[in-house]
């Protein structure tokens, strides 16, 4: 069955930078969209960064200029280049991907998130 698996998270000091990957894996047909979400502590999940097959994509405007969401095709794997990263970018990071596995129609997929603390 399809997955999707977060690695990249960990500590960073503030102006800093981190590389976040999601791999995608299992039967799957096509991925149509990929996209980050975040959530910190007491707050909502909020969309991150998101691109869609064709290359578009859409940026959050409190990470714009810093972040950059990218993929690799050939892989099934996408990636969300964290630079300047400042305190309130602390979350715990989800990957989600909107795409069609063999013999399913398509659908959500959640990867189970990574965390990014950025301290002093």
């Known amino acids: 069955q399809v997955q999707l698996v977060e690695s990249g998270g960990g500590l960073v000091q503030p102006g800093g930078s981190l590389r976040l990957s999601c791999a995608a894996s299992g039967n799957i047909y096509r991925i149509f969209t990929m996209a980050w979400y975040r959530q910190a502590s007491g707050e909502q999940r909020e969309l991150v960064a998101r691109?869609?097959?064709?290359?578009?994509?859409y940026y959050a405007d409190s990470v714009k200029g810093r972040f950059a969401i990218s993929g690799d095709n050939a892989r099934n794997t996408g990636y969300l280049q964290m630079n300047s990263l400042k305190f309130e970018d602390t979350a715990v990071y989800y990957c989600?991907?909107?795409?069609?596995?063999?013999?399913?129609?398509?659908?959500?997929?959640w990867g189970q998130g990574t965390q990014v603390t950025v301290f002093s």
């Open positions: 989600n991907g909107y795409l069609k596995a063999i013999g399913s129609p398509p659908a959500d997929y």
């Open positions: 691109i869609r097959s064709d290359g578009t994509t």
